[in-house]
């Protein structure tokens, strides 16, 4: 098969891979029919992320067709229609009991805190991901859906990591009615935080980036205020000013560990390593949120400690929350506001990429070209 395989900090090619095997009873195979390429991915693009192996096949978000099923699967049949989570978890241990599918316990030998994620390095469980034509997904039975008849292909494979992340974003930030919510990094999980902000009751919802085209998808999609980083010298005391003064009652990074808008935090994160990421827009959502206010952070982070503002969120009284998405838990809901038309998650779509050229796809994507928000990734039909 034809899949994308890592080389090296920034570079990726396709290559002939075989074809994965049933390696346990529960595992499905599935052909891919649509994958995209995440700002997660990004990380790894960038070297980012400790025990990238080359040869990893990346892609967490994808659907497609059941292709083979082992043994023991039975909730899913060859030839069904399936998204699959981006988190690998197993539906019984401590954690996925309580539907905390993003730290499942039984999935990844390597880390007693992320669990397992599809083609996210093996600090991640080293499982290869769906940026190719066939993938294998274990504990079948436990993460893929059926993708119901009315849902068109671009919209699930947002929902299998973008769409939900960005909501649950929003969730964490325990927004009650009328709430001045400020979401950090207009991205395709930005986007979505702030568009579910409003799902959940915002009253006020101001979305921040650098970069032009994306804050006008901001405004158009989302419905937000924006504010452009580099135009202040003094971003806080801006946002402070937008909101009488107090700053925001909820706080979203939606950027994560490679953020820009400080030198000595991006040479001492991506240059030097000597912290798991730059955690400048965790450390503007600590200093523009009020006091007693939350800060909700799904922007990714590496597993070092990073030079955070502890001690202004601990004296402001903050409530930090944050988790990778457990993907699953939020389908439902989400599969409603879908249907009844208030999202249409594939507005955020700017490119399809055919697999062949997902090298140009991740360089686009990662130099932020072409006006690109989202890249869906196709494999060629067999
Ligand atoms: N928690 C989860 O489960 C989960 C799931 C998916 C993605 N993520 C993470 O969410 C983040 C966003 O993902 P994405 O796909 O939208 O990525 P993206 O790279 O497309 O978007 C990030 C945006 O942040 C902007 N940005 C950079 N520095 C900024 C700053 N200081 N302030 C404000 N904006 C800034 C960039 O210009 C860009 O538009 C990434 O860190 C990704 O790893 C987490
Ligand atoms: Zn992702
Ligand atoms: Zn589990």
Redesign the pocket.
Known sequence: MRAMVYRGPYRVRVEEKAVPAIEHPDDAIVRVTRAAI???D??LYHGMMPDTRVGMTFGHEFIGEVYEVGPSVQNVRPGDRVMVP?NVFCGTCYYCARGLY?NCHNVNPNATAVGGIYGYSHTCGGYDGGQAEYVRVPFADVGPGLIPDWMDDDTAVLCT??LP?GY??AQLGDIVEGDVVVV????????FAARSAWLMGAGRVIV????DY?LAKAREFAHAETVM?TEHADLVRHLKHLTEGLGADVVID????????SVLQQVTAAKLKLQGGSP??LN?AIDTVRKGGTVSV???YGPLFSAVKFGDAMNKGLTLR????PVKRQWPRLFEHIRNGYFKPSDVITHHVPLEHIAEGYHM?SA?LDNC??PIVVPSEP
């Not at 950090?184 to 986007?191: C, F, N, Q, R, S």
């Not at 921040?208 to 970069?211: A, G, N, S």
């Not at 944050?322 to 998405?325: E, G, K, L, T």
């Open positions: 995440c700002g997660s990004l990380h981006f993003s990591d973008a992340t649950f974003g950090y990094g207009a991205g395709p999980v930005g986007l921040v980036d650098h970069l994306r980083f939606a950027v994560g560990a490679e953020a820009d808008g400048v827009a503007w799904i922007g990714a944050m988790n990778q998405c994507f932020k928000i989202k």
